[in-house]
């Protein structure tokens, strides 16, 4: 499988590897966040739709983390700055009584996290050609899913058999959360005697990443259209996400267990079996190719969730089983673009400012779209959203593919 590396890297990747199975642990929480917060916490609408943005609301502040990550090429301190304050503070979840209380610790932890998005993709600019890169990261992927998936089934499990357990499931992740990411730390690049290193400046630092983030925005115009197309996708993705859950559980009455099939084993399906393979196909394809064929793809989802809307209960729950399925084939592909398309369009630069510019504009459109979809769903109903949400969605497709036609022309 890893022939065609050199020793160094096939050390590398077992490292990498063996970090992924502590952090799949801590994804696995993920797909039961809003379960928890809707049956344990009793959480009310507008902490749905605080809880699916915290995630993208946090991203923001990416480009500040990404300017500070220019100023070293030792960045191995960084990751266990993540390890303490983005994954270790999971474990106060074991005092949680509160949805309040629930938002705010993950609202820490995924603060801390908008680090380790661009530190992750520097690691794999740094050690792996483009040749190579999107395989690995593809098998991590798959590894890091099938972890995900036996944790979630598990805590799933606990869950049905008493709720008030996810405490300790918290504190579980965040302690293999913190292992995972503290493993990353003992990778030390060699540092060139004739690299330029920026100074640190605390006065500098709040104002040039955004001048920084204009630049480069402005100068590189096919990543300028990689991050629009994104955008338009991001709004469609994440306005839907607050009403998934109410559909699930108030409209359709799926419990734990059947949630967690739909959500934590179905919608992975494509994440753990396809991964590598169009980690690979992306090496070989266009991003903006690459990207229009996953949104396209994805925008099924929703589609087929409206359409679930107006059948039985029955037909209902069989269809969104239909739309997960679809929905882990499209975020396969996505996945893979959203985490190193940035490599691509940063070419010789450091790609940790063109990955956090990435991960900021899922803050800004994670600030609107929730609201948005909120609004949707309480003026017009929840099938509007779905119809919306598929809209933007396969917008995103059509926009990415007319991108990548005008860059082969």
């Known amino acids: 499988m890893f022939k065609d590396l050199t020793k160094i890297q096939k050390k590398i990747v077992y490292v990498i590897l063996i970090a992924t199975f502590f952090n799949a642990i801590l994804i696995g929480l993920g797909p ?9 916490l009793s959480a009310a609408d507008w902490q749905l739709t ?31 700055i993540v390890a303490f304050f983005g994954r270790l503070i999971l474990v ?3 005092w949680v009584v509160t949805m309040n209380e629930f938002l705010v610790i993950l609202a820490v932890s995924f603060s801390f996290n908008s680090l380790f998005i661009p530190l992750y993709n520097n690691l794999f600019q740094k050690h792996f050609n483009s040749e190579v890169r999107g395989r690995i990261f593809g098998i991590t992927i798959s590894l890091s899913t099938f972890i995900a998936i036996l944790f979630s089934y598990v805590a799933g499990r606990v869950l049905d058999s008493d709720e008030n357990r996810f405490r300790i499931i918290m504190v579980f992740a965040g302690i293999c959360g913190f292992l995972g990411t503290a493993i990353l730390s003992t990778f030390k690049p060699e540092i060139k005697t004739n690299s ?3 100074k640190f400046s605390l006065t500098k630092i709040f104002i040039s990443p955004l001048s ?6 402005r100068y590189n115009k096919d990543f300028r259209n990689f991050e629009i197309n994104f955008t338009i ?5 994440l306005m839907v996400l607050p009403s998934v859950p109410i559909y699930l559980i108030e409209n359709l009455k799926m419990n734990y267990t059947s949630s967690f099939i739909a959500k934590a084993i179905i919608a992975q399906i494509g994440l753990l079996l396809l991964s590598p393979l169009f980690g690979k196909i992306h090496g070989k394809w266009h991003p903006h190719y690459f990207t229009a064929i996953s949104f396209i793809t994805l925008s099924i989802f929703p589609l087929t969730l409206y359409i679930s809307s107006f059948m039985s209960i029955e037909t209902a729950v ?3 089983f239909v739309a997960y399925f679809i929905y882990s084939f499209g975020m396969a592909g996505v996945n893979i673009s959203w985490n190193i398309s940035s490599i691509f369009f940063a070419g010789d630069e450091d790609s940790s400012m063109y990955q956090s510019i990435h991960v900021s504009a899922t803050g800004i459109r994670g600030l609107l779209a929730p609201l948005f979809g909120l609004s949707l769903y309480r003026y017009f109903g929840i099938r509007f959203v779905f119809l919306v949400s598929f809209i933007f969605i396969f917008s ?12 082969k022309s």
């Open 196 to 198: 330029i290193i920026k």
């Open 92 to 94: 106060l979840g074991i």
């Open 318 to 320: 069989i269809l969104v």
């Open 233 to 237: 996708y991001g709004i469609g993705f």
């Open 212 to 217: 920084r983030t204009w630049e480069t925005l």
């Open 50 to 80: 605080l809880l699916t943005m915290i995630w993208p609301v946090t991203n923001f502040i990416s480009i500040w983390w990404g300017k500070i990550l220019e100023t070293t090429e030792n960045k191995s301190i960084f990751y266990w």
């Open 396 to 407: 995103g497709g059509i926009l990415s593919y007319l991108s990548y036609l005008k860059k």
């Open 32 to 40: 039961l966040m809003d379960i928890i917060a809707t049956k344990a």
